[in-house]
């Protein structure tokens, strides 16, 4: 089945502990992006990736990191969370061809105490 | 500057009958291509529908059907014979050629009343 996987789906912690989201994809596609969601702001895009190795920031980036390191997996780190980093988030991926949907994980659901 | 707005945040529409859901755009991009995306109390997106600038006939999925006018820069979903599994927030997108990224509206909270 054509998905894309996040874990953990819902995440509490604290200010300034370390944490990874995992996503991965299993229909080759190579773009990949996070985005975050917020009440009344809709989904905001915070990275995203191209290809293996090319990523760049979206509108939201400060405070989060990303890796690709495979073609399947995109990781988002965030290295230090702040309360203001608790969200809805969301990994996608897509096929670069235009017209083509994005493909959204279950979404994460962190909050940062 | 706001690319996509939905300016209805809730709306309530009865069983079996048809609502229409608002989605403005601003591009200046003569290639985009337009989106709409349920999200379920469960969280989950899922895809409903696609326009593109260029298509020339307005797009449908089943009850889903999206009324496409280009010059006023619309795109509204309308979804016929609502069924109280259409309770769901609805996001309206657009992809412009020149960039992979979505953006987003708001977002439209549809109740769907037996």
């Known amino acids: 089945e054509a998905q894309v996987t996040q874990n953990p789906r819902y995440l509490i912690t604290v200010t300034g502990k370390k944490l990874t989201v995992t996503c991965s994809q299993n229909?080759?596609?190579?773009?990949m992006s996070w985005y975050r969601q917020d009440p009344g702001l809709g989904l905001r895009q915070i990275y995203y990736s191209m290809n293996v190795e090319v990523t760049d920031k979206g509108d939201v980036p400060e405070g989060y990191k990303v890796s690709r390191k495979e073609k399947r997996n995109f990781p988002l780190i965030l290295e230090s969370p702040s309360p203001n980093q608790t969200s809805l988030y969301f990994c996608?991926?897509?096929?670069?061809?235009?017209?083509?949907?994005?493909?959204f994980g279950q979404g994460t659901r962190l909050t940062v105490v | 500057a706001q690319k996509i707005t939905q300016t209805q945040p809730g709306m309530f529409v009865q069983e079996k009958e048809a609502v229409t859901l608002d989605c403005t755009y601003d591009?200046?991009?003569?290639?985009?291509?337009l989106f709409w995306y349920k999200q379920p109390s469960s969280g989950e997106m899922i895809f409903l529908i696609y326009?593109?600038?260029?298509?020339?006939q307005n797009a449908t999925e089943g009850r889903y059907s999206l009324n496409f006018q280009k010059a006023r820069k619309s795109a509204n979903l309308v979804i016929s014979a609502s069924q109280l599994g259409d309770s769901a927030m609805y996001f309206c997108?657009?992809?412009?050629?020149?960039?992979?990224?979505?953006?987003f509206g708001a977002g439209t909270t549809v109740t769907v009343r037996a």
């Open positions: 996608a991926s897509s096929q670069p061809r235009f017209g083509t949907e994005a493909f």
């Open positions: 997108a657009m992809r412009e050629r020149g960039d992979y990224k979505l953006s």
């Open positions: 591009t200046s991009d003569p290639s985009y291509g």
């Open positions: 326009q593109g600038s260029y298509d020339q």
């Open positions: 229909m080759n596609h190579e773009y």
